[in-house]
């Protein structure tokens, strides 16, 4: 798979077949490719949680909030929820700002899965507290994504930007849609 076809098929998928597993080795594997990335000034300040566990799951599950733009929708429901998650943590004894490093690491991430045959989605509307409840996270390790994994349930299709409306829909067929500025807009003649 080429990087453009691995960019373009790495969408933020909210649905999945629950049913099959993402195992820990596959956690693993993605959280690697986070590793060997770039981090600005080689700090490498990221930890990370792994979940493929069923009751695990659900509570990291009950900790995030779905899909914004999509106002009548809770988010996935049983059956087609994550079958892992990668919570990606900042290590506050090494850094207080984590600049970019933790969106590099989620892009790895989610290209991994991609070639995988995987899909997921970066997650920060997340419920801090109560997530760093549930998982026991001690008050050193800031709370900065939370990455969901399995095989996508859903069709992602791209769309161009119309009347400047950038926001993501479904169809009748829960097809997900979501525009992309055109680039000629994105690229500025200077």
């Not at 629950?18 to 959280?31: E, F, G, P, R, T």
């Not at 996935?76 to 004894?93: F, H, Q």
């Not at 690491?105 to 409840?133: F, K, T």
Request: one cysteine or more.
């Amino acid at each position: 798979m080429t990087i453009l076809e691995l960019v373009t098929r790495s969408r933020s998928y909210r649905r999945f077949h629950q049913n099959q597993a993402v195992s820990m080795q596959q956690l693993k594997s993605l959280v690697e490719l986070a590793r060997l990335s770039p981090s600005a000034r080689n700090l490498q300040p990221l930890k990370f949680i792994l979940s493929h566990e069923t009751r695990k799951n659900a509570g990291i599950f009950s900790c995030l909030a779905w899909a914004g733009y999509l106002k009548d929708w809770p988010g996935p429901e049983e059956g087609e929820r994550p079958a892992g998650y990668i919570i990606v943590l900042g290590d506050t004894s090494l850094t207080k700002d984590f600049g970019c490093d933790h969106g590099i690491a989620a892009q790895s991430i989610l290209l991994g899965a991609v070639q995988m045959g995987l899909g997921g989605c970066m997650l920060s509307n997340i419920r801090r507290d109560r997530l760093r409840d549930f998982l026991k996270i001690p008050e050193q390790y800031q709370i900065l994504l939370a990455i969901a994994l399995g095989a996508p349930k859903e069709q992602v299709v791209l769309a161009d930007v119309k009347d400047g409306d950038i926001k993501y829909w479904r169809d009748a067929d829960k097809v997900h849609h979501v525009p992309k500025r055109p680039l000629d807009e994105i690229i500025l003649e200077m």
